[in-house]
């Protein structure tokens, strides 16, 4: 029960708000830079290997092929999603 007490004290807000902030960046250059953004998905894709014991969840997925072309859109996405959750944390008083 103390564990509970203690955080809720701590101030989740920065933290929020720079993620949202991030998001929104990431957002803003898949609208607005898509050939920025793809640039940056194929730089930014190096697979590390990890150990064989997860290998299993260390399996490629490779979605690269569903999003790249429709970067506008996702940005678009990403972005009304960070208006949603920076609205919905200022509104019920999320934010301390």
Do not use: E
């Not at 929104?24 to 930014?44: E, H, Q």
């Not at 399996?59 to 999003?67: A, E, K, M, T």
């Amino acid at each position: 029960m103390h564990h509970l007490l203690l955080m809720s004290r701590i101030n989740t807000a920065p933290a929020v708000w720079t993620a949202l902030g991030m998001l929104a960046a990431i957002g803003a250059v898949a609208l607005f830079c898509p050939d920025l953004f793809r640039k940056i998905a194929v730089r930014s894709n190096h697979w590390i290997d990890t150990n064989k014991i997860l290998s299993y969840l260390d399996r490629r997925i490779d979605i690269d092929h569903h999003v790249l072309p429709f970067t506008r859109h996702l940005g678009i996405a990403v972005l009304a999603a960070v208006c949603a959750f920076g609205v919905i944390y200022a509104k019920y008083g999320l934010a301390q």
